[in-house]
DNA sequence: TTGTATGCGTTATCAT
DNA sequence: ATGATAACGCATACAA
């Protein structure tokens, strides 16, 4: 069996006490006494039990990141920034898989399972603010929401400035010329406000540059299949569209699939232009275009306030706003 | 304050084993006891405390997932399946990072940090088996091994059969009539068996074809920035190749972006093939032939196994490999 | 069927 | 500076 701080505390001759002092690194332990503990320590290959210490001072030294789908690539990349934002400051991360059920997001977040086994939660939300309201009511769980712009200052909040990111990217478009422009991605049966910001900031660009949608798609999910089905029925129709801003890079990845699929050239026939700036985009043919959106910032800002919460439950909720930048590729401005 | 089990307990009138009874789902217990103690819950809004469950019992219902880059495509689509296979038998996933980093790698194993936080371990690793198993001799840490090859009986272990998948994605290359065929993804400063199975399939196949290896590329990590590199650097040489077995997919996709700003064509004059089967490159352009892994089969059987040692850890250590097929697509046959 | 009492391994309080 | 001991919240052996 693993040896517990008793045994060594006999083996050392020593109380329970200085042993957990020895172990937890308190100052005022006579340099004698710290050896006979290490020793023991070492011979008895003693290990503290994390389980009991937590019991005994609430903390689990765990955070939990809460997101959509783990294999989408903007979740993989913003989980990979996280774990080691966390890790720096001394905290491992939990992954915790949503699924788009609204249900199990509720359960999360009201503690109705095995919540306790962590200090905080970084959450990447489908629910809307109101729902976000009532549930954390409920428990006290310090909490930092991720991506969403709306802000009632009762959260801490790494935000995106989702509307401005869409006129960019539409912009950018409108600029190259195109005047016939699509959107992919709305979600018209969810109440998500991140593809309600991105519709705003599309039809905003288009209204000032004098131009209308010439169409919005929906999209159920942002995965690259849903972008290749939207991009179909969109080139079906007439007129066709000259270019098209998907609300995610992997819907666009969907998108350009399909665009060549249709026999046509991207960017001649269709510009394409994406959001999160992905890996896959850099490589892709053409290369991507999109809004780059600074995950490294988004998951150390985050860290940083879901500790500071855990350190200080009373302090006050802080709203940041990630910086973002449109980056021009292949698939808008060609090679 | 949280309420505890004490505070149910005085509230409704009843012990605390009766209510420990009723919220473990006791089988015997009166129908007015449990209306009783299920108002009192209801009234404090209680929870139990998992951690505290867990001091008791041994179990915290977490499995650690370890990988070396969760935003490397084939790990984040294992840590979806593995998360949704665990939540089917009641467990959380904790997935780790060591980013390449054998003392990371190792002081997860050992226990040395936070261990014991989880029930057992799923762990894809980099070490060797000869390091594992002095790490293993210390901790009994239930642990299952993910994709390498040997086996030795010691470990639980769902198998790819890494030379037979070489073997089938090089041979899939000399009957199109391939001659100048590379490789890219050995690591030949490293002692991973993956990319060396890898190896001994492809050398192997060209072998039985009466063929020699073009050349062997090496690759750091197998991400797409290696794999640009390394294909770059064997298209400039002399003979240049007309096909590339990539040891994984995302080598692939960089080795497919280095192709094409080389001027050349893919599968005309340059045959590319991967390994992994991402979602990926289904959608590239061209599609990516590959050799399909079955990571959900992959993923049930490593959590089963796992749950099953956790369960009783003398059962025997099972080995199992899983399936994989070759999938043709635009890359190596065109459209 | 239900109650009582002990211990899981640690930290923290109160002494000395 | 160190020792004795009481919690932390739960599950279970033992009793009734």
């Given at each position: 069996m693993a040896a517990t701080l008793r045994d060594v505390a006999e083996r050392a001759q020593v109380s329970m006490r200085t042993v957990s002092n020895v172990v937890s690194g308190y100052?005022?332990?006579s340099e004698r006494m710290r050896r006979r503990v290490l020793d023991a320590i070492d011979e008895l290959d003693y290990r503290p039990n994390p389980v009991a210490r937590t019991l005994r001072t609430g903390r689990t030294g765990m955070l939990a990141l809460v997101v959509p789908e783990i294999d989408v690539p903007y979740f993989s990349e913003l989980a990979r920034d996280v774990i080691n934002a966390a890790a720096e400051v001394g905290y491992r991360v939990m992954i915790d898989q949503t699924g788009h059920d609204h249900d199990r997001e509720r359960e999360l977040l009201t503690g109705g399972d095995r919540t306790m086994l962590f200090d905080g939660i970084l959450f990447s939300p489908l629910v809307t603010r109101t729902e976000l309201l009532e549930m954390n009511a409920r428990t006290s769980m310090p909490l930092v929401l991720l991506?969403?712009?709306?802000?009632?200052?009762?959260f801490d909040h790494v935000a995106i400035d989702n509307v401005q990111a869409a006129h960019d990217a539409t912009t950018h478009l409108i600029r190259l010329g195109r005047t016939r422009i699509a959107a992919i991605?709305?979600?018209?049966?969810?109440?998500?406000s991140t593809p309600q910001q991105r519709t705003a900031g599309f039809e905003g660009a288009l209204a000032d540059a004098g131009l209308t949608p010439l169409r919005i798609e929906a999209a159920a999910h942002y995965r690259r299949a849903d972008g290749y089905q939207a991009a179909r029925s969109l080139l079906e129709?007439?007129?066709?569209?000259?270019a098209i801003f998907c609300y995610s890079d992997l819907l666009a990845m969907g998108a350009l699939r399909a665009v060549f699929d249709a026999g046509l050239?991207?960017?001649?026939?269709v510009a394409i232009i994406g959001v999160d700036d992905i890996e896959e985009g850099r490589y892709s043919r053409p290369s991507l275009s999109t809004v780059s959106l600074d995950t490294p910032f988004i998951a150390r800002n985050a860290v940083a306030r879901v500790v500071a919460r855990i350190e200080d439950p009373d302090t006050d909720a802080v709203e940041l706003v990630a910086p973002h930048a449109l980056i021009a590729r292949e698939s808008t401005v060609g090679r």
């Open positions: 100052a005022h332990v991506g969403e712009h709306e802000f009632d200052g009762r991605g709305a979600q018209p049966d969810e109440q998500y129709r007439d007129p066709r569209p000259d050239r991207v960017p001649e026939d």
